[in-house]
């Protein structure tokens, strides 16, 4: 099993569109998780950490779930901008160890 | 500006000859890393550097070396480069290991003939 899986895709949605991205984590240990954007062929940036609680940023919104060892990423009114590959990512066993990046989730939106 | 620089941005060479992708940090980062990523892997780790002289492999080692004499510089060496070091090459900075956002250069498309 990996230890971070994502959906590879593609998720064609259309602008406007309500668009949900999953990710699973295979240890329960990991205290830090986040989801990073990469553009093709450009660096992978930051997008949100995401918090226990879950958390809110304008469109976007990330939940975790503990104990069935997923995260979720909800983006809301798909915009043409938002097409990219999102990357689930977790830190290993701690705050300390090292990040592990899901293969990615390829979003196209479409007008 | 905050950012991580790496240079060459794309490089073409042979089996064998010795190359040297250099990267660059303008935060006072203490931890970077050097990645690669080929189609179906995703990221994956090839060396961490925890500070200035502390160096330690990541998930895929093998071929390469880094060194790291100052805070800012993190170099990734390959020796003898083959044609499975073919990749996009990515350097990242961050302030901790595993809590923090990482900063990542614009990559090094690497192709070895």
């Known amino acids: 099993r990996k230890e971070v899986e994502q959906d590879p895709g593609p998720f064609n949605v259309p602008e406007g569109a309500t668009v949900a991205f999953n990710c699973t984590y295979s240890?329960?240990?990991?205290?830090?998780f986040f989801w990073y954007r990469q553009d093709c062929r450009k660096e992978p940036k930051l997008l949100m950490s995401v918090y226990s609680s879950g958390n809110e940023d304008g469109r976007f919104t990330a939940q975790l779930n503990r104990a069935s060892q997923y995260i979720s990423l909800l983006i809301r009114d798909s915009k043409l901008s938002d097409s990219a590959t999102y990357l689930c990512v977790v830190n290993g066993r701690s705050n300390t160890d090292k990040l592990i990046f899901g293969t990615g989730t390829r979003l196209q939106v479409f007008p | 500006e905050a950012q991580v620089t790496q240079n060459p941005r794309y490089l073409i060479t042979v089996t064998g000859k010795k190359l040297t992708v250099t990267c660059s940090q303008n935060?006072?980062?203490?931890?970077m890393s050097w990645y690669r990523q080929d189609p179906g892997l995703g990221l994956r780790q090839i060396y961490y550097?925890?500070?200035?002289?502390?160096?330690d492999k990541g998930d895929v080692p093998e071929g390469y070396k880094v060194s790291r004499k100052e805070k800012r510089n993190f170099p990734l060496i390959l020796e003898s480069p083959s044609p499975n070091q073919t990749s996009l090459y990515f350097c990242?900075?961050?302030?901790?290991?595993?809590?923090?956002?990482?900063?990542f250069g614009p990559g090094t498309r690497l192709t070895v003939l």
């Open positions: 935060m006072n980062h203490e931890y």
């Open positions: 550097s925890m500070n200035v002289e502390v160096t």
């Open positions: 990242a900075s961050s302030w901790a290991r595993g809590s923090n956002e990482q900063f």
């Open positions: 240890n329960s240990a990991s205290q830090s």
